[in-house]
């Protein structure tokens, strides 16, 4: 009957090893350096690059509203080409 001892001590072995496993995690994803070097966050655009997505953003929307002005009086001219062909009968 004397089991509780050596589950304690699994267990505290367990918890020992948890322990360290969040250590060496923290060390080895650090996103701090050790010199005074300036981070650049590769996330953040500058402001030319901002400008770049801006003008490329507006070209594009620009390309589909000719886009889809074009279609829309392509299909309403075949609408109307559809309708006086069908009254012409």
């Known amino acids: 009957m004397g089991g509780e001892g050596s589950m304690m001590a699994a267990m505290a ?16 994803f650090s996103l701090v350096s050790s010199t005074n070097e300036n981070w650049v966050d590769p996330k953040q655009p500058t402001a030319e690059q901002l400008l770049e997505i801006r ?4 070209k594009e929307e620009k390309a589909r509203r000719v886009k889809t002005v074009i279609l829309t009086l392509i299909m309403i001219v075949i609408f109307c080409l559809g309708i006086i062909y069908i009254t012409s009968n």
Do not use: D, G, P, Q
Request: hydrophobic content about 25%; overall charge positive; charged content about 55%.
């Open 13 to 28: 072995s367990l918890k020992a090893n948890r322990a360290l496993k969040n250590k060496r995690r923290k060390e080895k």
């Open 55 to 58: 003008t490329r953003i507006r």
